[in-house]
């Protein structure tokens, strides 16, 4: 039987076969105004995200600020004054021949001056005016007016401040310190630590307060030694020696024999042959440039007497201000005594140590019973001959210490041991 392809069904298949083969061909017509609404949907989107973290992350940063700047300006290291070694002088040594002195030339003296003059300005790049500033009345232009100041030097640097060692002085409640610097601006300044029985504080400057360009014209001084100053020896006079700031005094040593009692101990002074102002304050440095004495008129010569420049001693200092800088207070009891020398000691049967002379009203000493006429013979356990033992053993306390006090004190039969129990305390 002969078999026939219908010719209407392979038409059919052909046409499927055919859509099924080219229907991948196919054409998509896109919203052209669509497209663009998306895009800038996009666009704003962004916008707006951009937005919102930029206002945050700006919030953040001024929220953040105080805590970063704290942080990363580094925490203040610990202040260590080096102590000072003892000159040995030779014994037993026979005296070298000295040479005659040169005779020097008008030449020769300008160029020491020069020599001087240059040793000055550079200690002038350390050189602090510190100033109390009060806000003036209401009825007046308003501002701050300079109510008082004094002259401070920059003797070390603690990683976070500069500080600044100087006369102590008062600030009123409604007042603020100022610092003008070597580059001739002023900067803020606050008070460490002061002790009011040195009349001595230490001020500090935050190093991030200053500009880059300010850098470039301070510098740290040196601490030399007072103890190694001689009479005649040249020293230069900074600060505010005459009673205004930025005067410059050259002279000499003209004694370090004298010295001024303090409670807890008896402080060198150095002498000089510089005329001075009762208000003058400042320091005096070698010809090194190194820092060998603080300045304090006021508190040499009361009654407002003016006297040649006088300072204190550095080395007799270095143990307070090493106190003051870690923001510590200086050990006090409120002793006044003097050393009870072998002549006393054998003529008049007053033990060995500390005789004192007066107890400070109010102190440490009086709240425990130490009275005038006592002998202080141990501190803390550590045995006292001289008035430089008693307070070289005072610096290694701190306040708050409850230590034992141990003497003698004169009865109807002689002296006899007596023991104080004494809490150090400070005069900050």
């Known amino acids: 039987m002969e078999y026939r392809e219908d010719p ?31 895009v800038r949907a996009a666009v704003l989107r962004c916008a707006g ?8 992350a700006s919030l953040g940063f001024c929220a953040l600020k105080p805590w970063a700047e704290e942080q990363f300006s ?56 510190i100033s109390v ?3 003036q009345l209401e009825d007046t232009e308003g501002g701050f007016l300079d109510e008082d100041s004094v002259a401070g030097v920059i003797f070390e640097d603690n990683g976070a401040e500069l ?49 880059d360009t300010a850098w470039g014209q301070i510098q740290t001084a040196a601490l030399g030694s007072s103890g190694g100053m001689s009479k005649g020896e040249m020293v230069i006079a900074a600060g505010s020696p005459f009673g205004y700031y930025g005067g410059l005094g050259f002279g000499i040593i003209s004694s370090n024999r004298e010295s001024v009692d303090r ?13 001075g102002s009762s208000a003058g304050t400042g320091v005096l440095a070698n010809t090194e440039g190194e820092i060998v004495g603080l300045i304090d008129q006021e508190r040499f010569f009361e009654g407002g007497e003016a006297g040649p420049v006088t300072a204190y001693g550095i080395s007799d200092l270095k143990d307070a201000l090493e106190f003051l800088s870690n923001n510590q207070a200086v050990p006090y009891i409120g002793v006044y005594g003097v050393t009870v020398t072998e002549e006393l000691t054998s003529g008049q049967g007053i033990p060995s ?31 006292v001959t001289t008035l430089s033992g008693y307070s070289s053993a005072l610096m290694q306390l701190a306040e708050g210490d409850e230590i034992r006090i141990r003497g003698q004190r004169q009865g109807t039969g002689g002296y006899v041991d007596i023991t104080f129990r004494v809490t150090v305390g400070s005069k900050g």
Do not use: W
Not at 15 to 22: I, K, P, T, Y
């Open 163 to 211: 500080l600044v060692a100087g006369r102590s002085i008062s600030v009123p409640e409604e007042g603020a310190l100022q610092a003008r610097l070597a580059d001739g601006k002023s900067y803020n300044i606050t008070v460490k630590r002061q002790d009011t029985n040195l009349g001595i504080a230490v001020y500090a400057i935050a190093k991030n307060a200053l500009p």
């Open 8 to 38: 209407e069904k392979k038409k059919e298949e052909n046409q499927d076969v055919g859509e099924e083969e080219f229907s991948f061909i196919q054409e998509t017509i896109k919203d052209e105004n669509g497209g663009y609404r998306k």
């Open 263 to 275: 409670a807890d101990g008896d402080y060198s002074l150095l002498c000089t042959d510089i005329g």
């Open 133 to 135: 500033q009060v806000p």
């Open 74 to 129: 580094g925490s203040p290291e610990k202040i260590t004054i080096p102590e000072e070694e003892e000159e040995e002088t030779a014994q037993n040594e026979e005296e070298e021949p000295q040479e005659p002195s040169p005779v020097l030339t008008v030449d020769d003296y300008r160029e020491m001056n020069r020599a001087l003059v240059d040793v000055a300005n550079t200690l002038n790049r350390s050189m602090v005016e």
């Open 353 to 383: 140590g500390v005789y004192v002379r007066e107890v400070a009203a109010d102190s440490p000493a009086m709240a425990a019973g130490i009275q005038s006429g006592d002998v202080i013979t141990q501190v803390d356990g550590s045995k």
């Open 49 to 56: 995200l951009g937005l919102l973290f930029g206002l945050a």
